[in-house]
């Protein structure tokens, strides 16, 4: 059995982490880890969860955490794994870390979108992007996974085969992306109170949400091409769900059936990635509690441009779920293991 560790227990990453690890037949949630409620059972805080037989939440103490754990998943907010992680990784320690502190290659892109101190270079250099469909081998070997942000997730998986393809133009992708409200975590703020979201939709960091030089350096990589993106999140009156529509500019000639079997090629042997029949438009209802993404593909031949739809659940496929996946990965598992669940619906 797998020995788990949590950090951030009560955050929704965290208790999503629970749901979904609770479930699965090779793994044993031995700790669980909270600052703000030492000492608390976690079924006080989520009674939904009084049937499963959890440990008591704790304080943090690294040599411990690596000791009594094969694994520690960390459901933090930036600025915290960056402290944890090189004390567990030295005790031994593996971790997959569901914050933005080991995502970005570049300390001073770190610094200059997320406002905070980075990482030792050392470590950053040590963490393997876990974008699993992409980076599966690297994953296999990783002590330390970056696992990637919930809008990076359905816009990478949806743009990285016609990227790698060259058949659109680096610097023209226009994302355009909508998330429901748990995409924000479970702190208390006026953007996110009821009444301002409710019958409400807007933008938001407009030109400087962090996902970007994330998005940015992962299509750069996986291309060899410098790419700079358009990306513009929105936040809409929904718990669940994001739906990326992505606008390319084509540099060539292609047909419908081309870009359809690029991306069924692509994808064939990916189980958590459904490419749609042409004419098809995903929602998030249809990928609802689940570890899919669901893709989607459109031709424009008026404007010469190719239409992206891709949809996740970011509780899932976007934070705790694709977390699960990377460590099925890291320790020789199917990767489906834990995760074979049927969205929700309605």
């Known amino acids: 059995m797998i020995r788990v560790g949590i950090v951030g227990a009560t955050g929704y990453s965290g208790v999503e982490l629970i749901r979904l690890l609770s479930g699965h037949p090779q793994v ?167 009444s301002e979201v409710n019958e409400n939709v807007s933008a938001y960091k407009v030109g400087r949400h962090q996902h970007t030089p994330e998005i940015e350096q992962e299509l750069s990589r996986q291309t060899g091409i410098e790419t700079i993106i358009q990306f513009t999140p929105h936040l809409i009156p929904m718990t669940r769900g994001i739906l990326v529509t992505a606008y390319g500019q084509l540099t060539k000639p292609v047909d419908m059936s081309e870009l359809q079997h690029l991306y069924e090629s692509t994808y064939a042997d990916k189980p958590f990635v459904r490419v749609r029949q042409p004419g098809s438009h995903p929602r998030t209802k249809e990928v609802y509690g689940s570890n899919y993404c669901d893709i989607a593909l459109h031709l424009d031949e008026r404007t010469g441009r190719v239409i992206v739809l891709s949809v996740i659940d970011n509780v899932v496929k976007g934070a705790a779920g694709q977390a699960v996946q990377n460590m099925n990965t890291m320790f020789g598992l199917e990767e489906t293991a834990g995760l074979s669940l049927t969205p929700v619906y309605p």
């Not at 030295?90 to 995502?103: K, M, P, T």
């Open 28 to 194: 044993r949630i031995e700790r669980l880890y909270s600052s703000s409620a030492e000492g608390t059972e976690l079924a006080s805080v989520f009674p939904h969860l009084e049937q499963i037989a959890l440990p008591t939440l704790m304080s943090i103490d690294p040599a411990a955490m690596a000791q009594e754990t094969d694994v520690v998943f960390l459901a933090a907010p930036a600025g915290v794994s960056k402290e944890l992680t090189p004390q567990l990784l030295a005790a031994g320690g593996r971790v997959i870390d569901l914050s933005g502190d080991f995502r970005l290659l570049s300390g001073e892109l770190y610094r200059a979108w997320y406002g905070k101190e980075p990482a030792a270079d050392e470590h950053l250099a040590q963490a393997v992007y876990g974008l699993n469909e992409w980076n599966q081998e690297q994953v296999k070997r990783a002590r330390l996974v970056a696992n990637p942000g919930c809008y990076p997730t359905a816009a990478l998986l949806g743009l990285l085969p016609l990227a790698k393809s060259g058949w659109v133009a680096p610097n023209s992708w226009i994302i355009d992306a909508k998330s429901g409200v748990s995409g924000a975590g479970r702190g208390v703020a006026l953007g996110v109170h009821y």
